[in-house]
């Protein structure tokens, strides 16, 4: 079992930043992946970022070059640092993780909004 809290969503103007940050009950280190989801009003949740045990990464294409996931195994948590924020950006921000084995675990969902 693994609980996930994520924070630092908000409000933030086009082109600004925010950092939301996961926060893991137990170690991240052995966890095969961690993820970034969003989901927009009337639309399907959609992979943002992923980030694996072994480091591999992959981003959704329309946030390459402005979101980098990471992860700090000290502290359990990981983090994505969202750049150049656009209102199509707009979305609850879930973060996932997956074991290995079963469905995986999501937390509670931060709320980001970019106003033009």
């Known amino acids: 079992q693994v609980q996930l809290v994520e924070s630092g969503g908000g409000l933030v103007q086009a082109g600004g930043s925010l950092r939301v940050s996961c926060a893991a009950s137990?170690?991240?280190?052995?966890?095969?992946?961690m993820a970034w989801y969003r989901q927009a009003p009337g639309k399907q949740r959609e992979l943002v970022a992923r980030i694996t045990s072994r480091d591999i990464i992959d981003y959704l294409n329309s946030v390459k070059g402005r979101f980098t996931i990471s992860r700090d195994n000290a502290k359990n948590t990981v983090y994505l640092q969202m750049n150049s924020l656009k209102p199509e950006d707009t979305a609850v921000y879930y973060c996932?993780?997956?074991?290995?084995?079963?469905?995986?675990?999501w937390g509670q969902g931060t709320q980001v909004t970019v106003s033009s």
């Open positions: 137990r170690s991240i280190s052995s966890l095969n992946v």
């Open positions: 996932f993780a997956w074991p290995g084995t079963g469905s995986g675990y």
